[in-house]
Structure formats: C-alpha cells, structure tokens
C-alpha cells in the first residue's frame, strides 16, 4: 500500500485527490494552505510536527468525494451567492486572502439577486427560489464555516445546504452565525439529504467546486462513496476508523 503526501490547501489536496480516488493509494495531507477545509473535517491537525505524526499513528479511513461534470471536488459545490463570493474574491487585484474575501461579500451582495431552480435529489426533482445553494461532502468550507454541521464524511451522502430569498440585512445578520452551525434553524435554511445533486436555472448561474468557480450550471453532483483512502487521527469523529499502516491487509 503506498502512501502519497500532500502539502497544501484544498486546492492541492483536490488534485492529487483526483489522482488517487479509486485506487489503494493513501492520502496523507500535511495541511499548509489558507482554509484547509478538508483537514479541519477530518479533524487532521494543522501544526507540521502533528500532522507529520499521522505518518506514523494515523489510520486509513475511506471518505467520499463528490462528482461534477466539471471535476472532482472533496469538500462542495454549488451555485449562487457563494459563487459570486469565490468570483469576485479572487477578481480583486488589490484585496488578499480574508480582505479579498470580504470585498468578494461586499460585491456580491450589492448585486444579490435570488432565483428560480430545479433541484433534482434522490426523493425526486423539487422547485424552489434561492439566493444560493451548497452541495457539501463537508461539514466545512469557506475556510472554517461549519455550513453543514452534521455532514460525515463516510456515509454516501451529501448536505445540500439551500438559502432561501432573504433580504440584504437578514443575509448579514446570519453569514457570521456559519461559523457556530448556529445558522440551521433559520427558516429561510433548508438542509437536504441526496447521494445526488443536479441543479438547472433558467438564467446561467456561475459554478463553484472547492472554492473554485468552474464553469457554470447546471451542476450535476454524485458521491463516490468511499473512493478516498486518507490518513486520519485515530480520533476523528467524522468517519469510521479504519487499519493503521503498520496493520496487517
């Protein structure tokens, strides 16, 4: 059984992921990059000599993914605000990392619109406004938002995380209450549970994979239930625990 390191952000982890998925390869992340979303759900820590000693104490864990027809993505996808968030961050020449991101915010909120979708889940196709809609194979993203709080990441199925049209002052008030899981609840929030997510607007609507926007919808999602094999602590909550590398097949 090999052992491949990545040392990086998601962005990183997403690529030799993609590399890995599916094989008897196993992921160890040394999680170095801004947000680390995938690490921080899998409760991996962030320090170099602790993360190193998962090469040692860690135990395989299989984890999901997600599927798009624009790629593989290990923590979400999605369409709406957030896309606009990611777009006009990473527009921003002048603003950096957190500053970017709150420009990102500011611009996308001055040009909040909501709109009409097809949601296409495994109980069946369902219609709905939106301001923006998460597919999560985490429970975090954003660079520590907890948006999907009981999200695993060993079960086979997504959260998609949908926002329903809210004014400009109530997305304010409850963008900060992400970072609690203090937000579930909201009335305008709904969380579903699908192995699938296909999303079809009748206006193009940007898409977002990991922080990235790839494209534009429809997006069309699947799990690919424990294709991973990824080195975790032996503590981690959010998936079942598997041999260590010194165990016997």
Known sequence: ???????????????????????????????????????????????????????????????DVGEDAAGLFICLSGVGFAAEVAYEAVRSRV??????????????????????????VDEGPREMDALFALVQNTPYCGGGQWMAPD??????????????PVSRLELVRTLPKVYSGKHIGHPAIEVIRSSTARIETDAPLRKLLDGDVMGSEPLDSRVRAGALRVLTPQSSSLVSGGSSLTSSP
């Open 1 to 63: 059984m090999g052992v491949v390191a990545a040392m990086g952000g998601d962005g990183t982890v997403r690529e030799v992921a993609a590399g890995l998925s599916g094989s008897e390869s196993t992921l160890a992340l040394i999680p170095m990059g801004s947000g680390d979303d995938f690490a921080r759900s899998l409760g991996i820590p962030r320090t170099l000599p602790e993360s190193f000693e998962l090469l040692r104490s860690g135990v395989v864990s299989a984890c």
């Open 95 to 120: 603003f950096r990392r957190s500053a970017g991101y709150f420009m990102g915010v500011f611009k996308a909120l001055v040009g909040l619109r909501p709109f009409s979708m097809r949601l296409h």
């Open 151 to 164: 999200a695993r990441l060993d079960d086979g199925l997504f959260d998609i995380v949908v926002v329903k």
